[in-house]
């Protein structure tokens, strides 16, 4: 008969990187479009690289998180 015995390590089956730097928030606009849906982001024009609105930054974090 096994004898099995439960590991008490926790595993991680993949890193999570690093956030970039992200963009101080804008006081007042104009505010930057985001590069998926056009909405306007809370970042200004003048940010430059992709800047996304809360919604779909959420939803981009979802989609590149592990699923373990």
Known sequence: MNDMTESTESTSYCATPEPGPK???AAEGPFAA??????????????????L???????????TACSG
């Open 23 to 25: 963009p101080e928030a």
């Open 34 to 51: 985001c590069v998926l849906c056009q909405e306007p982001t809370e970042y200004p024009e003048s940010t430059k690289g992709i800047t």
């Open 53 to 63: 609105c809360p919604v779909c930054e959420w939803r981009e974090a979802e989609r």
